[in-house]
């Protein structure tokens, strides 16, 4: 597909700007530019084609299926963009005085009551912008629980090898050694190497339940008992919360801090690269170092970002909560766990679970054996998946599982969906055996087919050269 400053003809345009009005004032000299800016230039049909075929190009959860593994691509309701492009929450000024904005104010107390209440926190803050941002937040405030006791010695942070990678950058942005511990066989946190992983020096643990091969950690009262007794304190990483919301709570299962993705679990789309949210919640410990409270209440609070943080993705986390109830946030994590347990289950036959037990809201594939036997590699499934018109599930990840695909269908799918995909995984097992070298050269239908990742991702190239 042409870039839009290719298709550009000189002097082509669609401006309809009426005649000047008012008196033409010169620029002085020293401000003019020196020759015109180089601007594409196209009719109205053309530039309304070339948007139309971009959008063509993209796959969304719009589109069809995108079982992205650790993201949550549901489908979010209208309703809570529709809620949250209301003139009162969109027209606000973050400087406006408190008694000008009292139903903003109260948006982001009733929010914050409402996650509080569904992951067992006391207080959240949601000035950070992202779930990395969030995580950072949580674990600064664990580092300032420790300061402010005198306790210095405190120098190191458990994270298992099955984590998330922001997990381990994070605790390494706030100056922490990071430990990681090996997983046991089935996935869970090891808890003979979790006790020799303990000590004087702990100041938490980070961990996610369940974790990221999509498995609820049985040890998990054990686990956080452990990491007190020792001193520490425990961070829930709650970016995916579908499994659990509504069913169990992170602060009941012995967490002290906790980091939600708002922008995957609750109504706001993740992926699109635009603004998220990461609310941090804590335990009464650590509320005197959250940063400014929900309330923009203009104490002498830290700034983790300015202001109250990206508002319009809370309103739209309220409305969603709202429209849902307290029956329906229950319901979509037991639909989430009962989507990615029926699909495990079709797609058994074709490819084999790294772990076959009950998943939570996600599984992972294990492709090893599969690859032995075809020369077919988890990249080659995933490609192919692209020419059905199905969205990649998350590839190589964990890391813990050598040839991985991690499927997370989310609790918006239907029946026929998750049948049709199981179909599909079923189609490429048979391919592979059959045209192994049609699956290497695959996709065969996708405008980009296998770019040259490293190349793309430390040598990008971003503008556009004439
Ligand atoms: C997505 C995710 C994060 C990071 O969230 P961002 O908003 O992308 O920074 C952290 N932990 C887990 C488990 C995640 O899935």
Redesign the pocket.
């Known amino acids: 597909m042409k870039l839009i400053f290719e298709k550009s003809v000189q002097g082509r345009s669609s401006a309809y700007l009426p005649p000047c009005d008012v008196e033409c004032a010169d620029l002085p000299e020293s401000l003019r530019r020196e020759s015109a800016p180089r601007l594409p230039e196209l009719s109205e049909t053309d530039v309304s084609r070339h948007y139309t075929e971009l959008n063509h190009n993209v796959h969304g959860v719009n589109c069809g299926f995108y079982p992205l593994g650790?993201?949550?691509m549901k489908y979010n309701p209208r309703i809570d963009e529709e809620i949250a492009a209301l003139p009162g929450f969109t027209g606000i000024h973050p400087l406006a005085p408190a008694h000008a904005v009292k139903g903003c104010r109260e948006v982001l107390d009733t929010a914050r009551r409402y996650l509080c209440e569904i992951t067992g926190m006391d207080d959240m803050t949601f000035q950070p912008a992202?779930?990395?941002?969030?995580?950072f937040t949580g674990v600064l405030l664990i580092k300032q629980y420790h300061d402010a006791r005198g306790d210095k010695k405190r120098t190191k942070i458990i994270v298992p090898d099955s984590?998330?990678g922001?997990?381990p950058a994070t605790a390494a942005m706030c100056g922490y050694q990071v430990v990681n511990i090996a997983s046991a066989p089935n996935g869970c946190v090891d808890l003979e190497a979790l006790k020799a992983a303990l000590g004087e020096d702990t100041a938490g643990l980070m961990l996610?339940n369940p974790n990221?091969v999509g498995i609820f950690d049985e040890n998990i009262l054990e686990i956080t008992r452990l990491v007190h007794e020792a001193g520490g304190l425990c961070y829930y990483?709650g970016?995916?919360l579908n499994a659990v919301m509504g069913v169990v709570r992170p602060g009941d299962m012995g967490f002290d801090c906790i980091?939600l993705?708002l922008?995957?679990t609750f109504a706001t789309p993740?992926g699109g690269g635009g603004p998220?949210a990461?609310a941090v919640g804590c335990k009464e410990t650590l509320k005197p170092y959250l940063p400014a409270s929900a309330l923009m209440d203009g104490g002498e609070h830290v700034q983790v970002r300015s202001f109250a943080g990206n508002f319009l993705v809370v309103v739209k986390a309220l409305a969603y909560l709202l429209t849902l109830g307290r029956e329906g946030v229950p319901e979509a994590a037991q639909n989430a766990v009962l989507n990615a347990n029926y699909l495990m289950e079709k797609i058994k036959p074709a490819f084999r679970p790294a772990f076959d037990r009950l998943c939570m809201h996600e599984f992972v594939l294990d492709l090893g054996e599969f690859k032995k036997e075809t020369g077919v590699s988890a990249l080659d499934v995933a490609k192919s998946l692209i020419d059905y018109g199905m969205h990649p599930p998350t590839m190589y990840f964990p890391l813990i599982v050598h040839e991985a695909l991690m499927l997370e269908p989310t609790e918006t799918e239907s029946k026929e969906t998750l049948d049709w995909a199981a179909d599909v995984f079923r189609q490429l097992s048979e391919l592979a055996r059959k045209d192994p070298e049609f699956m290497h050269a695959a996709p065969h239908n996708a405008q980009i087919g296998r770019p040259d990742e490293v190349r793309a991702a430390r040598s990008p190239v971003l503008r556009y050269t004439f």
């Open positions: 650790s993201c949550t992202a779930g990395a941002h969030g995580e984590a998330h922001t997990n996610t990221t990483d970016a995916n980091h993705n922008h995957k993740h998220g990461g």
